[in-house]
């Protein structure tokens, strides 16, 4: 059978076929520990379940909106107005089954062929994926370990010409756990608006955040209406599986995205959006209590990878995930991971997952427990050691 041309611009998510090799080589009988998948360890909690089985019980199973319920809508524009410092409406939401379709709608909708689209890299590897696909030319801005992981903003704006349509932002960053400073923010405002560019910003790991404060690029002057949000419930309430996303966006994209999800997925599941409305409005508990317990682990699994012969780590500001430097192991990236899983039972990803810039850095993630942590990291020093 012959592809269409496209599909040979479509990537793929390397955490899923390295959680398939995982789960082959466990069924053969090796213990495998887990800190590929860039999921929360932690079950949704209690009162956000209650509310989706008294959703479907009260007969939430019907189609429902295609950009979702205004309730809904209305708490999450809330929830934005309050945490960003903007003014917004239910009438600039769409909710979406998980973050990743607003990623690939956005593109559909702006992104024309040969358009140019900024997007961080080492980033989020969808989002290179979608921009190919769409017929769109992928611009790397480059994460640099000398700062932080993050941008130089001067190199950005000699990479800017007349075909950017699009910047993609994300802050805390994926994998690197990086985040912008308000000036680096500042700065790519100030780029968007003197060259007419739209920024989709990743905003799904606002609530990870362990040093320093967020800054929504939404925030700064004249960029509201020139920015769509994405964000979501999967990583700061543990809902992966329910597929619950969003994106904030100003008032004449809606009704374009909205067709989008009408010719696509029709709209979301009813009942995951009554348990993301409890999950917006109820205790925040259990989700404060997930970061601080994320916070406690990336200390654990830094200063022990910093501590095996090879291999430097720099400190995550935010996510959930560390990208160390695996070169002075005398490996490359992508036979650290593989050799990682076969010979040690640590599942991680390749940093070039992760773009171009990823070479030479591998990603952890430290959604597991401190206990699975600290045996991956007496692991990694035996399997190192004997190189």
């Known amino acids: 059978m012959k592809l269409a041309d496209r599909m040979s611009r479509l990537g793929t998510e390397t955490a899923f076929e390295v959680l398939a090799k995982a789960r082959r080589l466990e069924a053969?009988?090796?213990?495998?520990i887990h800190l590929e998948?860039?999921?929360p360890d932690f079950?949704?909690?209690?009162?956000?379940?209650?509310?989706?089985?008294?959703?479907l019980r009260r007969g939430e199973t019907h189609y429902g909106p295609s950009p979702g319920f205004p309730d809904v809508r209305a708490s999450i524009a809330d929830e934005i107005s309050q945490t960003r410092g903007i003014s917004v409406t239910g009438d600039n939401v769409v909710i979406t089954p998980g973050g990743k379709p607003i990623m690939f709608f956005i593109m559909l909708a702006l992104v024309d062929y040969g358009d140019e689209v900024l997007y961080p890299n080492p980033g989020f590897p969808i989002y290179e994926s979608m921009i190919s696909f769409a017929g769109g030319v992928p611009v790397p801005m480059r994460l640099h370990e000398s700062l932080d992981f993050n941008i130089d903003v001067d190199e950005v704006a000699a990479q800017v010409t007349d075909k950017t349509k699009l910047m993609i932002v994300n802050s805390p960053n994926n994998p690197c756990g990086s985040v912008l400073s308000r000036k680096q923010i500042e700065a790519l405002a100030d780029l968007a608006k003197e060259h007419d560019i739209i920024v989709l910003s990743d905003e799904i790991y606002i609530r990870f955040l362990y040093e320093g404060a967020h800054?929504?690029?939404?925030?700064f002057p004249n960029m509201r209406d020139r920015t769509i949000i994405l964000d979501g419930f999967s990583k700061t309430y543990a809902m992966t599986g329910w597929r619950a996303g969003y994106g904030v966006m100003p008032l004449e994209l809606v009704e374009p995205i909205s067709r989008l999800v009408t010719n696509s997925v029709s709209c979301t599941a009813s009942f995951t959006q009554y348990a993301a409305l409890e999950a917006l409005e109820g205790p925040q508990d259990a989700p404060d209590s997930m970061v601080e317990e994320f916070a406690r682990r990336r200390h654990i699994i830094v200063d022990g990878l910093d501590a095996i012969k090879g291999v430097r780590c720099a400190t995550p500001k935010?996510?959930?995930?560390?990208?160390?430097?695996?070169e002075g192991t005398g490996l490359s990236s992508r036979e650290f991971a593989d050799r990682a899983l076969e010979e040690a039972g640590v599942a991680c990803l390749s940093g070039e997952s992760f773009g171009e810039y990823g070479n030479g850095f591998v990603r952890f993630s430290f959604a597991n427990s401190v206990e699975n942590i600290e045996e991956a990291l007496r692991r990694l020093d035996r399997f190192v050691q004997s190189l």
């Open 318 to 326: 935010g996510a959930f995930y560390a990208f160390p430097n695996v």
């Open 28 to 32: 053969e009988g090796m213990d495998v």
């Open 37 to 39: 998948i860039g999921e």
């Open 215 to 219: 800054h929504s690029i939404a925030s």
């Open 43 to 55: 079950d949704t909690p209690e009162n956000i379940v209650e509310a989706g089985v008294t959703a």
